[in-house]
């Protein structure tokens, strides 16, 4: 008898195999857009169905190493990375996965759009990019935070133009140092003090407890300048070049490099996932520093600007990875046997992938409205897509996050035992996913700042409703009554708990049911969109993934037969 070998899944290509991606890009671009976006996103999608890959594998393979003596016994606190790392940050330049929003002929062709067609390449690249989206998402949120006016013109042309450069030779990444060990989410606790030097710098000291992508040529840090009060809004955003004036930082991942004087790395973090992003504990005397705008005020604000950013880049990484879990369990299904049949065409495992497919549709709507808005208020200066924002960043990031562990842990299962073996390259997918939730506010914390945003404006509430009623009108002239449901139980929620929050968000009542409150709203908003994407286009898979995910997340409807009879269009 021969022995059995399963073939491993062949992926067809990222781009033209994601009809999601591409309805979405021919709605919010229009045609001329998509036409014009598509050289660069087909260029990614080939780059990822080959070199990229395997350079993911590599760095999966082969995580970071620190050396913090030479042989001599001098500090070097060098970081080693993979040639697979360093790939990866070359294709992230010269596919402009940082710097399209910046580019100025970009910003000419799509306008606010520029937001969309950056998010349509994180989509492609993130998913096996051995998480180089994380440093991609802390450069872009530095280069946000680097372009807000009251930051110095001198620093901002020092920096900016390597955060945002397409040429690997000159691109530069960024750190982000705001954990400290006494408290991630409790930033005010932050005891790390910045002192004014005598030449307009600033000297830093403490210590910074998670530091991810350590080998960044710069970080933004959280510092409490001297003499400013407790709390967290006395704390500013400082510059630390991580790299002595004299490093060659043109090859900084891979030339032996010089730390910045005062910058001590005492170790690697050991985690769970993201096993190729080296994440440092960090050590700060007096350690060089440029103020990111007036240290005296205003800082957390500022702050926020790269914050947003940073959250939009997970829920875009949340939403990627679902989507890339689905190809690979679709893939798998079609190739593998099980009940005399294929996978693919059983009925009860054709109901989890659509029903995973329903899920990954719902996270990309949520991702694609959050970049809509950043690119409506960077290039037009639009309030009330700014005001929007301030609630839709923490939704989409927090139920995206969710989302995103619930459906790997459904992938790793989708292939049996072989989704628990290091070497296929599944499990990945549920170590990786679970930093969503955590990194950039837990789920939590997320949804107390909801709260935040909705009693700052409770304006935002009743926007927040009216879209649902617009929703639940165009849902129910398209005949998609599972969102009609969906969206009317959500409205008889929200309808008394939105203004609560608003009146009095410290109520024990708010707090303690602020996560169910959160996680409604982004479902909800998540079953609007698809509906307004389905009235807009028509799209016969949006409309089924309204249907399904209204009846499924909002009603807790049965939806087993359904999503089994709906595979194909959703799937296929
Ligand atoms: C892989 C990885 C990479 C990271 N990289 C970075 C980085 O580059 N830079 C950086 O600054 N940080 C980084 N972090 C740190 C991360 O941002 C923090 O771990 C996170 O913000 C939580 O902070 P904490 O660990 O102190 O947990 P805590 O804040 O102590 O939270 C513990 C628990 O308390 C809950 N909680 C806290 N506050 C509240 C509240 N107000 N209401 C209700 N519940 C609450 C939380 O939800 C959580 O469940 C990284 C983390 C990971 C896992």
Known sequence: MPRFVQPAPVLPDVYDDDPVLRSWLGRLLGADGLAAAEGRLKAVAAEVMGPLRAAHADAEAHPPVLHRYDGWGGRVDRVEVSPGWERQRVAAAEHAVVALPYLPDARERWGAGTRVVQHALLHLYGPESATFTCPVAMADGAAALLSVSDVD??????????????????????????????????VGRATTAALPAADGSWRIQGEKWFCSAIDSAMAVALARPHGAGQGSRTLAPFLIPRYAADS???GFTTAPDSPAPGL?????????????????????QDAYALPLGDPGGGGLARMMTLVVVTRLHNAAAAAAGMRRGLAYARAYAGARGAAGGRLASNPLHRRTLAGLAVDAQAAFALAAHAFVLLGRVESDGDHAADNELRL???????????????????YLECFGGAGYVEDTGIPRLLRDAQVLPIWEGTTNVLAVDVLRALSHDPGLGEAFIARLDEATALASTLWIGG?????????FVLMDALPAAAADPRAESVVAGARDLALTMGYALACALLVEHAAATGD????????LWGRSRLTADETAVDAHRSYDVLCG
């Open 264 to 284: 001590r790395l005492h170790r690697l973090k050991d985690k769970l996932g993201t096993r190729a992003v080296p994440t440092a504990e960090v050590g700060l």
């Open 153 to 186: 013109e001198g620093v901002r042309a020092a920096w900016l133009p390597r955060l945002v450069s397409t040429d690997p030779a000159v691109a530069i990444t960024s750190g982000q140092w705001m954990t400290e060990s006494q408290g991630g989410s409790d």
């Open 248 to 250: 060659p930082l043109a």
């Open 392 to 410: 839709v960043a923490p939704l989409a990031k927090l139920t995206t996050g969710k989302l995103a562990v619930a459906s790997a842990s459904e």
């Open 540 to 547: 016969e898979a949006t409309k089924v993934a309204a249907e």
């Open 483 to 491: 969102a009609v449901d969906g969206l009317r139980a959500a409205r």
